[in-house]
């Protein structure tokens, strides 16, 4: 029987471990698992989604889905800590605002803005979100090993609560302008956790689009092809995993 059972995520003592990836897709938690030895599923509960896996050189790995956006993600990495995850790496995708960053490419953000509420919780808003610089450095060199040098980019992501962004509101002419990279909706809050609580945490992500042209859209019908589904965007999802994978063997493997 399981002892001190979340009650979102539904895992208990033992579930999870100190190395954890989450990804914002529950659908993409068995794809990730599945690239490691041993797959197996833990939780499934409102959602979320978590299994248990072991990397090529036998470190575990607990693979969580948050869903989309802060609010969620909030509650899945709170009970995951509760459980003992130290460190926590973000394997997701993004929106390019960078006009270099386009569907296919990675960014390996060093730090994003905090436009959103939920990390509020932890600290003002004055306080930076930034990733763990030895995490952030390993996935940049790892990735850049897997990617040719166009393809792989670092810098500051945008994490906003929105994604139909009010015309009126836009914030995008000011991001670009200011060299931002990437938008996504988990970051800020992931980095301000993770510093706050004394963990470590990163965010690697593969972008699908970017807002200044080709970018994910209502489709015509459900035989077109969604921009998650070009052949670039599921090679960068396979090589940031790998780059996730082997980061981790070299931090904790033996």
């Not at 609010?71 to 270099?100: F, M, Q, V, W, Y």
């Not at 960053?101 to 306080?127: C, W």
């Not at 670009?176 to 993770?194: H, N």
């Not at 996730?244 to 070299?250: E, P």
């Amino acid at each position: 029987m399981k002892k001190r059972v979340q009650p979102h995520i539904r895992a208990g003592e033992g579930d999870v471990e100190r190395v954890t990836l989450i990804s914002g897709n529950p659908d993409r938690v068995p794809i990730i698992a599945s690239k490691m030895s041993d797959p197996e599923e833990v939780a499934r509960y409102r959602g979320f989604l978590i299994y248990r896996a072991y990397t090529p050189k036998g470190v575990p790995v607990t693979i969580a889905g948050t869903g989309i956006g802060t609010p969620s993600t909030h509650i899945c990495i709170e009970e995951l800590a509760n459980l003992g995850a130290e460190t926590i790496i973000r394997i997701g995708s993004c929106g390019g605002i960078d006009p270099k960053v386009i569907i296919g490419d990675v960014v390996v953000p060093t730090g994003a803005i905090r436009d959103e509420r939920t990390s509020l919780n932890y600290t003002p808003v004055e306080y930076p979100a930034v990733a763990t610089p030895e995490l952030y450095s390993l996935l940049y060199s790892e990735i850049s090993k897997l990617l040719p040098p166009d393809r792989v980019h670092s810098g500051i992501c945008w994490t906003s609560d929105v994604y139909y962004v009010n015309p009126d509101l836009n914030q995008l002419a000011i991001w670009t302008k200011a060299g931002v990279k990437c938008v996504e909706m988990e970051s800020s809050l992931l980095f301000v956790f993770a510093q706050t609580r004394g963990l470590q945490a990163a965010s690697i992500l593969a972008c699908d689009g970017n807002l200044h042209g080709a970018q994910k859209a209502e489709q015509e019908d459900s035989s077109e092809a969604s921009g998650e589904q070009d052949p670039l965007q599921v090679e960068a999802v396979e090589k940031e995993i790998a780059a996730t994978v082997s980061t981790i063997d070299i931090l904790y493997g033996e």
